[in-house]
């Protein structure tokens, strides 16, 4: 199998869903404990999250070009960000990446596809919300409309994945209010399916708990990259 290579830390706590899936993956696909070598290069999450908020994308691209140079030259065979965030400068890291990279939007994308979804609605961090990489690729290449919450709502949803799902904490009353969020845009925006853009969101939302179908990107990463692994 291939080696993954995972840039992690944005924040820890999915980095640590990743491993997690790919190896129940596995055993669910029957195949013991033949699990594929995983190589994970763990950023500062506080110096990320600085450099994002200060707006200098340039040493946000070299800061992550550095660490998949780092990922390559431990022998992983491609990689993946295991962040939606960092996905705003995607296109510029593949371009300087020696190894293949996973993009998290473009599998999501085809997912999404894959269900007959044409309006979604996207959750995530601040930096992802208010982009547009998203609704760049879902609507030129899979032809879904991307709607992202009012302003109120996305304040709240930032500052709850900031100070809450990045440090591990889950909050009974932070579902409801999210889920509340949901159902409103379901109901005033028409979005048929809910895209959870931050890999932290799948710890506290569910379907159940929203209503509407989810589109948990970090499983779909996950699962694409052993696919990838797989496939030689």
Request: proline share 3%.
């Amino acid at each position: 199998m291939k080696k993954i290579g995972i840039l992690g830390g944005m924040a820890p706590e999915s980095t640590v869903e990743y491993y997690r899936i790919i190896t129940s993956l596995c055993r669910q696909r029957g195949m013991g404990h033949h699990y594929p070598v995983i190589i994970v290069y763990s950023l500062n999450f506080q110096g990320f999250i600085s450099l994002m908020e200060s707006g200098n994308l340039l040493e946000v691209i070299n800061l992550i070009c550095e660490a998949i140079n780092s990922l390559s030259k431990a022998g992983a065979d491609f990689a993946l960000m295991a962040s939606n965030t960092p996905h705003l400068v995607f296109n510029e890291v593949a371009a300087r990446s020696p190894i293949p990279l996973l993009s998290i939007v473009e599998e999501t994308g085809r997912v999404a596809k894959t269900f007959g979804f044409t309006r979604v609605g996207l959750f995530g961090t601040k930096f992802t919300m208010q982009a547009h990489f998203y609704s760049d690729v879902l609507s030129s290449r899979y032809g879904i409309s991307v709607v992202a919450p009012e302003k109120a709502e996305e304040d709240y949803i930032h500052h709850k994945i900031m100070t809450e799902l990045v440090n591990g904490c889950i909050v009974e009353e932070t579902r409801h209010e999210l889920s509340r969020i949901a159902r409103m845009m379901s109901d005033k925006e028409g979005i048929e399916a809910l895209i959870l853009g931050c890999t932290e969101l799948p710890l506290i939302l569910s379907e159940e708990a929203v209503g509407i179908p989810i589109l948990d990107t970090t499983r779909i990463h996950a699962e694409a990259a052993l696919n990838l692994a797989q496939s030689g």
